[in-house]
């Protein structure tokens, strides 16, 4: 569904279908997941993105209140039987400081983030470890208390105490215990009422046994309500109809136009869940991609676009675009999905001059699509590196092309390209003249690498500027750059800190004993 989050430890769904987990970090109380995106992990414990030209990815909800790690569960309330204010809340257990907490959950453009109202459980017994938290079918909230001095699992001395964990439940203060019941032995028109249930845990196992049940009788009356605007059980109606495999491309055009923009957000989940449209579907795609008002809509339109075929995607991606209001990051994803299976119709895009000219094109787009195609490599990306630097309409649109080539290429050579690219990048760095040799280094010049060189050693130079060929010079390896760099060394003065910094980090990429026994002789002088 998505990737990352804070080293998670579990999931929610709400009342509307969109995933939730807790998090492992602090200033936060989770992470609100884009079907298809890609969010902060715990990189030291989980490695890198598996996609490494995503480029980007989301961070968790921003959060005001309780700062201390971590959340790592929480639950949001739709149980209907707590006082109103709790409708909607966020009730997150904190294991590591012994309380359960309260926050609203609160829109945040097509994300949420959350504000804390007073906590929930707060004890001095520093035993009360809740690991888990759950709404149940009654209303109440139902909390694991691990029940232990210990919490970290650092210790491997098996010490744990075996015997004193408890469950809580927290109840209103008319609480009545429901009567035993068994939803599977309900009537077909019971379990269509049921999906009214101010209780979101029995409105969704309504849906459950109904699609378990798979009686396709139910079908006309489940459609009725889907359509109908004013039925609340409109939702879970069309998550019930899926289940049944009564979803199709008729009703999808139909419901496209629902007045509840949760409807329509699903309808556009479940068209990408299919992986295939129609030409119909595709143009009330793109009308919606022009006037829909809701950011959740718009959210799942580019994470539909990332899953649909090329074509439709794609128009329907350049439409978002041009909305300049957020989800850069999903829509670079969901054209980088198509960057290599798709390249013609990707240039296509590129072909249309007001396509260059659109806001979100230029601050994310144009960079991120040169580094993805240079990144990968091989004749047929570097020809459409090529074709894009021909193909920008000013000296502005090829400078943020050139960009994100650079950092493709930062930290090596670059080499081994076709003529034709070589040629444009050589053309590029003519117009830059002597103002910027970060291009001409890297292609292998040796004017360049001379000119270089004289700016390194050059105190009187433009600092950021040495800085920047400093590093460029270590990560080529340059053997003529050992001698200027390790003469900033020995450089003396306040401002020469960020130099040597800069040039020590840059020698060590060479295997050169006499630049070790140079730094040793420095060291307590000048260094």
Request: proline fraction near 4%.
């Amino acid at each position: 569904y998505a990737e990352g989050g804070g080293n998670t430890f579990s999931v929610e769904i709400d009342s509307k279908g969109r995933v939730f987990s807790g998090t492992n970090n602090g200033s936060t109380r989770g992470m609100h997941y884009a079907q298809g995106g890609y969010a902060h992990k715990n990189w030291g414990k989980h490695g890198p993105l598996t996609n490494s030209y995503a480029f980007g990815y989301y961070e968790h909800m921003r959060h005001k209140g309780y700062q201390e790690r971590f959340s790592q569960t929480f639950s949001i309330y739709e149980g209907g039987a707590f006082p109103p204010k709790y409708n909607g809340a966020v009730f997150a257990a904190n294991s590591l400081h012994n309380r359960v907490m309260a926050s609203n959950l609160i829109p945040d453009t097509s994300t949420f983030r959350t504000e804390d109202m007073p906590p929930i459980v707060m004890t001095q017994d520093r035993w009360f470890r809740p690991v888990d938290i759950k709404v149940g079918p009654d209303g109440s909230v139902y909390l694991a208390d691990w029940y232990d001095s210990r919490l970290t699992h650092v210790d491997p001395r098996d010490n744990w105490h075996k015997t004193s964990g408890r469950i809580y439940r927290l109840k209103p203060t008319d609480y009545k215990p429901l009567k035993p019941f068994d939803l599977s032995k309900q009537t077909n028109a019971e379990l269509i009422e049921t999906m009214g249930h101010k209780n979101k845990w029995f409105r969704q196992k309504a849906v459950q046994v109904i699609g378990e049940r798979g009686d396709t009788s139910m079908v006309p009356a489940l459609l009725a309500i889907a359509k109908d605007e004013n039925d609340d059980r409109c939702l879970e109606a069309l998550w019930a109809l899926n289940q049944l495999g009564a979803f199709n491309k008729e009703l999808a055009l139909e419901l496209l136009g629902h007045r509840d923009e949760h409807i329509r957000r699903w309808t556009i989940r479940l068209l990408g869940d299919s992986h295939t449209t129609s030409k119909k579907l595709t143009a009330s795609l793109v009308g919606l991609a022009k006037t829909e008002p809701y950011a959740e809509v718009r959210s799942q339109l580019a994470s539909t676009a990332k899953r649909l075929p090329a074509e439709s995607g794609l128009a329907i991606t350049a439409e978002l675009l041009q909305r300049e209001e957020d989800l850069q990051d999903l829509l670079w994803w969901a054209i980088e999905s198509k960057a290599t299976s798709d390249r013609e119709l990707v240039l296509q895009l590129f072909s249309k001059p007001d396509f260059w000219q659109v806001k979100m094109v230029q601050d994310y787009i144009l960079e991120r699509i040169m580094q993805r195609y240079a990144m990968a490599g091989g004749d047929e990306n570097y020809a459409m590196c090529a074709k894009l630097l021909k193909l920008a309409p000013s000296d502005q649109h090829k400078e943020k092309l050139m960009v994100g080539m650079l950092e493709a290429f930062r930290g090596q050579k670059i080499d081994n390209l076709p003529e034709e690219l070589s040629k444009e990048l050589v053309e590029y760095q003519k117009n830059l003249g002597e103002s910027d040799l970060a291009l001409a280094l890297r292609l292998g010049d040796k004017e360049a690498t001379q000119r270089a060189l004289k700016i390194v050693a050059d105190k009187n130079a433009d600092r950021p500027t040495r800085l920047t060929y400093i590093e460029i010079l270590g990560q080529l390896k340059v053997k003529d750059a050992v001698g200027p760099l390790t003469a900033i060394l020995s450089s003396s003065g306040a401002d020469t800190h960020s130099l040597k910094r800069v040039a020590l980090q840059a020698l060590m990429n060479y295997e050169n004993p006499s630049i070790g026994n140079s730094i040793l002789g420095r060291y307590h002088s000048t260094l």
